[in-house]
C-alpha cells in the first residue's frame, strides 16, 4: 500500500475545488490521509472521516501554548501508528503545516502552491519563511496557473505550471434541463450570476455599481463570505445572496444563468490567481464576463472566450452585447474545442507522471551510489 499525506489550509468539505479534485484521483493509487489545518476544540485529539476514498484528519487541539506545534506532531504521529503508515509521500497546500511535520521522512515531499497565500487577507507573519523551507525541501513544486509559475519558477530546480482543471461532463449538465432550485427560481432575469468564495478578492464596488446603473438585472451570489464584513457587500434588491452550495447543486442553478461572472478585485490577493470557475463556466455553456485577472485574460479574453472588463461602464457593454446576441452556437463550439483537452484527469495523470519520474530518478541514484 502506498501512502500520500496532504497537509492542506483548507477544510475538505469547504468548497469543492483543485485539492478535492486531485485528491480523489490520487485516492485511486494511494490511500490518500488529508490533514486539515489544526482547530480549537475541548481536548487534543483527532477525527477521521472517509470520503470518496479520501481519509479527513479533523486535528484538534485544547488551546494554544507553546507546546502547540508538538502537541499537534504528536496527533500525526497518532494516526501514523494507527493505520501502520511507514513509507509515505507527504504534499503540501500550506507551508505553515512544517511547523508540525518536522518530525516526517517522506520518500518524496510535494508542494502543490494553487495560491499566494502571502497575499491573503490574515496570512501568517511566517509564511515567507516557511514557504522558502518547502521550496528547499520539496522534490517537485506544482502552481495553481502560469502566473504564479511564472512568479516562482526562479525559485526551484522541478517547477511545472499545473492550471486548474476541469469536470466537463459535471458541468454540461447546466445546458441540459434542471429545475430552477427553490431559492432561486421567484428571481426574474436577466440573471447574472457568481459561484465561489466571496472575500477579499471580491470586487464590490463593481457589484455596486453595476447593480445600481442596471437595477432590472439580478445578480445571483453563490458561496460563503469569508475573511471580510458581510455588512460590507452591497445590498439591492436586485442583489441576491444564496449562501453555500455543494459542489453537485452547482449546474443546476448555472442552468439558469444569463451570464456567469468573475467578480474578482484586481489587488495583491489576485494577481496570482487562476480561477477554476473560468472553464467551469465555460463547460456550462455560459457566456462569462470577467475583471483581468491575468490568468482569465491569457488564455480565456484572447481566445475571445470570455468578456474582459475593467470597470462598470465596459461591464454593461459587455453584457448588452451578450445579451443582444442570443445565437451563440459558433462561440460555444470554439468553446468546446478549447476544452477539448482539458479535465481533471489529464491534470493528475501530468502531475502523477512527475512525481513517478522522480521516484525512479531517486532509485536509480541510490542503485548508482551502491
Known sequence: MKYLLCFSHLSW??????????LTR?????????FEEPKLG???RYTVNIQDGVYIIELIISEHNEFTNQRIQNLILNVLREYDIKDYL???????????????????????????????????????????????????????????????????????????SIDKSHFEKARQYQP?????????????????????????ELLRDVSAQRPDWQFVIIGPVVKINPDDLPRAENIHYLGSKSYSELPSYIAHWDIALILFALNEST?????????????????VISTAIRDVVQPYGNASLVQIIDDADSF???????????????WLRTVDHFLEDESWDQAFSRMNALIDKIEITN????????
Not at 490520487?26 to 488529508?34: E, H, L, N
Not at 513544486?141 to 486548474?164: D, E, W
Not at 426574474?188 to 477579499?200: I, Q, W, Y
Not at 454593461?316 to 459558433?330: G, S, V
Open 271 to 287: 494577481e496570482f490567481i487562476s480561477p477554476t470557475k473560468t472553464p467551469e463556466y465555460l463547460a456550462a455553456g455560459k457566456p
Open 90 to 164: 507527504t504534499w503540501y497546500y500550506t507551508p505553515m503545516a512544517l511547523q508540525f511535520t518536522g518530525m516526517l521522512q517522506p520518500q518524496k515531499v510535494i508542494f502543490d502552491s494553487m495560491d499566494e497565500l502571502s497575499a491573503f487577507r490574515f496570512a501568517p507573519p511566517k509564511l515567507l519563511e516557511m514557504e522558502e523551507e518547502l521550496f528547499r525541501k520539496a522534490d517537485v513544486v506544482f502552481t495553481g496557473g502560469h502566473s504564479l509559475y511564472q512568479a516562482k519558477k526562479g525559485r526551484h530546480h522541478n517547477i511545472h505550471a499545473m492550471p486548474s
Open 316 to 330: 454593461i457593454l459587455a453584457a448588452e452585447k451578450i445579451m443582444a446576441d442570443p445565437d451563440r452556437d459558433h
Open 363 to 370: 532509485k536509480q541514484k541510490q542503485i548508482n551510489h551502491v
Open 180 to 204: 430552477d432550485p427553490e431559492d432561486q427560481c421567484a428571481i426574474g432575469f436577466p440573471r447574472l450570476g457568481f459561484f465561489g468564495v466571496v472575500d477579499e478578492r471580491f470586487d464590490i
Open 26 to 34: 490520487f485516492a485511486k493509487q494511494y490511500q490518500v490521509f488529508y
Open 42 to 44: 475541548d481536548s487534543d
Open 13 to 22: 468539505n469547504f468548497v469543492y475545488q483543485r485539492p478535492q479534485h486531485l
